[in-house]
């Protein structure tokens, strides 16, 4: 078994990005040495200070959305580290992201555009965590002040760019379009299937529109609450392996963990 987990909503408090409640099941897994993989949003210097926190540098991580795996020492055989798996780097997303606003007048604010104080502002990190989520790879968290239409252009624009739209808990992330969590699982799972020798099992939990690639792709989807009105459509037809949460946050993803795995 491997299990793939988002943060922010997920694991950790949508809002003081707390993961108490979890502590007994990061505790048993940890115990079982059953590989947690956080798949994030987040950056790569974020995902490092958290995986000492959990306790976790030996596993590898997915970050930005699925654009960036890094991989611990001992899997460090071809590839760079961290790995970039695909789409535009920052400085290109940025380039594209700004010409357009001067031709369109797109009425948006970026990680880019602001200090780390006004992300502090924006999510309630510090401003020490802040400055770790602006120093961006692959992908741009943005917030958008304009109107639909012009949103739906900006969307086509960066579609012609190469370039796609994904929704967090409270941003938009710009990425390159063949980047994504569910690409970024499957070919991790791969990896586990071809260092055991064996199929692995894998599970998911995330609670927001950018982790549906990621429950699409693993065998176990837990759906976690969340402090958004959307809808979390998943196609797959084993809807037995489909868990649906009604708490949010940690305590959601206990939950999910609760309901399909039983450990001795
Ligand atoms: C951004 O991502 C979250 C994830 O759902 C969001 O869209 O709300 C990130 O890009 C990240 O780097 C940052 O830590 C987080 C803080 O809320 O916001
Ligand atoms: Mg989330
Ligand atoms: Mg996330």
New binding site residues.
Partial sequence: LIIFTDL??SLLDHHDYSWQPAQPWLDKLSAAQVPLILT????SA?VAELQSALNLTQQPFIAENGAIIHLPPDWRDEAAVPFHISGAGYPEIRQILVALRQRYDFEFRGFGDVTARQVALW???TEEEAAL?MQRDASE?LLWFGNDLDFARLKKCLMREGLSLTR????W?VMGTGAGKGQAVQWLSDRYQQKRGQPVISMGLGD?P?DLSMLEAVNYAVVIKGHHEHEMPLQREDVAHVFRTDAPGPHGWSQGLNHFITLR
């Fill in positions: 922010d909503g994030t949003s987040k950056t974020e999510t309630g990190l989520a968290p967090g808990g409270r941003f992330h927001g950018n």
